[in-house]
């Protein structure tokens, strides 16, 4: 069974920096794509940012320039600095493990969570 396990959720004023990371069991690592998902309160699910197997990234519009996200194949984790953090950032994060079997047909694997809190 694939297990994803989060880190380095917490609490930061507005304009500061925190690093989620996300170990992953090796079985599908390095050929899956890696995200990270957020739901704020009152707010749907989305996708926050999102590495390929070859290290391609895309990231939603409100935090481009502000997030990165990397990974490491051969520590099988997958990282996301946050800078100059809003209070609209403030969410429980995911993270995200998609393999695509065929056609429509994906694997997908989730953590469990970390809450991130920003204070105006």
């Known amino acids: 069974q694939v297990q994803l396990v989060e880190s380095g959720g917490g609490w930061v004023q507005t304009g500061g920096s925190l690093k989620l990371s996300c170990a992953a069991s090796?079985?599908?690592?390095?050929?899956?794509?890696m995200g990270w998902y957020r739901q704020g309160p009152g707010k749907q699910r989305e996708l926050v940012a999102s590495?390929?197997?070859?290290?391609?990234?895309n990231y939603v519009d409100s935090v481009k320039g502000r997030f990165i996200i990397s990974r490491d194949n051969a520590k099988n984790t997958v990282s996301l600095q946050m800078n100059s953090l809003k209070p609209e950032d403030t969410a429980v994060y995911y993270c995200?493990?998609?393999?695509?079997?065929?056609?429509?047909?994906?694997?997908?694997?989730w953590g469990q969570g970390t809450q991130v809190t920003v204070s105006s």
């Open positions: 995200n493990q998609n393999r695509r079997l065929s056609g429509t047909s994906f694997l997908n694997y």
């Open positions: 090796v079985k599908f690592f390095s050929i899956s794509t």
């Open positions: 590495i390929t197997r070859d290290g391609s990234t």
